[in-house]
């Protein structure tokens, strides 16, 4: 018996869901979809500079999970940066957490 997956911690949710290469039609693109807890496990990593086992413990998951979970969103980043493919963000089994300990991506801001 599989055991139930749990929901992740998410502090962030996108303001911009879609990206895609410029000039080609959306329609004539093949999609390739990052989940939220996909994005948000590269927004800590890479954009908030956490190590793997702070960030893993702001989204209630194991070290490892965190680990799958950051590969898997590089290597659809990736795939579509290389490829010309359209980036779609949404779904994943998450929780939008109201009281993030880190430190929030705003808007406009840098």
Known sequence: MVRPRLHRRVCHHPFHTFFKPAGIKSDELEQIILTIDELEAVRLKDLQGFEQEKAAGEMNISQPTFH??????????????????????EGGDFNLNKKCVCKRHQRGKR
């Open 68 to 89: 799958r979970l950051l590969s898997s969103a590089r290597k659809k980043i990736a795939e579509a940066l290389i490829n010309g493919k359209a980036l779609k963000i």
